[in-house]
């Protein structure tokens, strides 16, 4: 009787894995025939079985990834790093693709932001370069990877260009916004001195005038005087 449920239990462990791995299968015909949401729905179901199956958390991410929605990449993320979390070290070839797959999740992600080009754009693409140079480590004769990185780089670099030529521009555009304020600041004070100098040569004239209308009346009194004689 004990060797009948023992063999029971065997069958239902082995039927266990058959019917997730049936579950793969399935999602990657779906996949092939690119219906990548019932490739992901039957990816799901696979999981669901057994949680830690690499190749179906792989797959289930490439599945969300083909559906080009923001959420769906955020979903891509969150299997690929499950993926990666299972201990790959004796298949570096599945890790080096799983982090390139990563890498093009996070420029994807970028991409969605290509208009603002704010955070979110640069934080992408940042992403995406570490997991191109991670994926090249494991695996240099990556092509795809190489132009990926490039092309990568290329676009941060560009837009770091222009996010410190629109902050000069903005603080040139400051600066002369400031300059008529303090032209209209030091305008008065040029005011003021003109009209102390302007006092000042009245002062000097009146003096002047004062000065000449006494040595005036001086002569006028000598030659009275001397008149008088």
Request: hydrophobic share 25%; aromatic share 8%.
């Amino acid at each position: 009787m004990k060797k009948l449920v023992f063999g029971i239990l065997i069958l239902f462990i082995f039927a266990s894995c058959d019917k997730e791995k049936n579950y793969l299968r399935e999602g990657n015909k779906d996949f092939e025939e690119k219906q990548y949401a019932k490739a992901e729905d039957n990816f799901r179901k696979s999981l669901n079985i057994d949680s830690t199956y690499k190749k179906a958390q792989f797959n289930l991410a490439n599945s969300t990834y083909k559906q080009n929605k923001e959420d769906q990449y955020n979903q891509s993320l969150l299997y690929y790093e499950k993926a990666l979390a299972q201990d790959t070290i004796m298949d570096t070839l599945f890790t080096a693709n799983t982090l390139y797959n990563r890498g093009n999740t996070n420029f994807k992600l970028a991409l969605l932001d290509s208009l603002e080009k704010g955070e979110k754009y640069n934080e992408g693409l940042k992403k995406a370069v570490e997991d191109y140079k991670k994926t090249l480590k494991l695996n240099p004769q990556d092509s795809s990877a190489k132009y990926n990185l490039s092309l990568a780089m290329r676009l941060l670099k560009q837009n770091q260009n222009k996010n410190q030529n629109k902050q000069k521009k903005k603080q040139d555009n400051k600066n002369q916004q400031q300059q008529p304020k303090q032209q209209k600041q030091n305008k008065p004070k040029q005011n003021k001195d003109s009209q102390r100098m302007l006092e000042a040569l009245k002062n000097n004239e009146k003096n002047t005038l004062e000065k000449l209308k006494k040595e005036k009346e001086k002569k006028v009194i000598n030659s009275r005087n001397a008149k008088d004689w």
